[in-house]
């Protein structure tokens, strides 16, 4: 019995879990989403490994380098949010005000 495709749908499902719920702060919601991706990633490259699909190895590699830019692009969104407003809570940033 392989436990890993179990594994790896549980990171999935916590990561979901946690982007549902920490909806309050940035760090915590980019956290999870980063989480999201690298369980991806991993079932891709699993998959791929499994079934000997050498096509699909590629695209894993697209999500892994998407991966990194979504991180990098939220870090410096938080860091500008922050010094805007003095806050990284989610609730207390709205960018309609001026």
Not at 33 to 56: A, P
Request: glycine share 4%; proline share 1%; with cysteine.
């Amino acid at each position: 019995m392989n436990i890993l495709p179990t594994v790896l749908f549980s990171l999935f499902l916590l990561g979901i879990i946690g982007v549902i719920i920490n909806r309050l702060h940035l760090l915590s919601l980019l956290l999870c989403l980063e989480l999201l991706l690298i369980s991806l990633f991993l079932n891709i490259s699993s998959w791929s490994q499994l079934h000997e699909s050498f096509s699909s190895l590629s695209f894993s590699t697209l999500l892994l380098t998407l991966s990194a830019c979504e991180a990098s692009a939220g870090l410096a969104l938080m860091v500008s949010l922050s010094r805007s407003h003095n806050t990284d809570l989610l609730v207390n940033i709205n960018l309609l005000q001026t």
